[in-house]
């Protein structure tokens, strides 16, 4: 992938939403436009009113009912994003933009091709949503009173380690697990890595949720989460494995 700044991501993001809408959005899991906003502003680690700007820049140059910007010309920069990546199709370029969240997004679309992941639009959204919490965690956490004198030590998030990010402190650390949900109120779900961690940690875990992505996000904190009033209840799947065998 081309080397691309932050202001570029936001650009393009804003150029997509604009030429796409709503198509663009149901592909990406999103169900509307102050949802996009929120869940790819945080994603992106910009402002989400960037992203909106961006999109009401480029409206005029494509059929929609906004009113989008029609007395300005394109700024320099937005018009060298539209001139070289307009003509992408609707998956070119909704892959574009999953790969600004997604380091390892090339190795998601291999395993949804091949069948080894659910692609279907609750899981994007699952998805989505849960790399924008991550990013609303990372500039959050400094302003959470509980958090006070903390730091980020580890991004654990790709390690499959039960949690999602330690918090060093005075007193020890804090290990931090992060979920999103797109509305008010829904329902998360720990691993059973995840719960044996917070049996483990007790106070010393902390389940961070980011709800409400649809309107304006806010958190909430569970400290020793399973002990906190949360009611978890056990859910087992059996998993049938499939093997192919052939004599050599």
Known sequence: MP???KRDKAVLTGLFLSKFGEEGMGLM?????????NVLGYGLGVNPNSLK?????FDPLFPNTRKGWHKRDLREHCKRIHDEFSALDLRS?????????????????????AGEKDG???????????????EYFKQAYPK??????????????????????????????YCVEVKGLAGRNGTVSLTEKEFKVARAFKEWFCLFVVFNFIEKPCHKT??????SGLQFKKNENKVIQITYRSAL
């Open 3 to 5: 080397k691309f700044t």
């Open 29 to 37: 899991g999103l169900d509307n436009f102050t949802a996009a906003f």
């Open 53 to 57: 700007n961006y999109r009401d820049e």
């Open 93 to 113: 370029f909704s892959e574009l933009i999953r790969g600004f969240l997604f380091q390892d997004h090339g190795i998601r679309e291999i395993l949804d091709k």
């Open 120 to 134: 279907s639009e609750t899981a994007a959204k699952r998805l989505i949503t849960g790399k924008a919490a991550e």
């Open 144 to 173: 959470e009173p509980a958090f006070k004198n903390c730091a980020l030590a580890e991004d654990t998030t790709a390690m499959g380690c039960g949690f999602d990010y330690k918090l060093t402190c005075r007193s020890g650390f």
């Open 222 to 227: 569970y400290f020793d989460p399973l002990n």
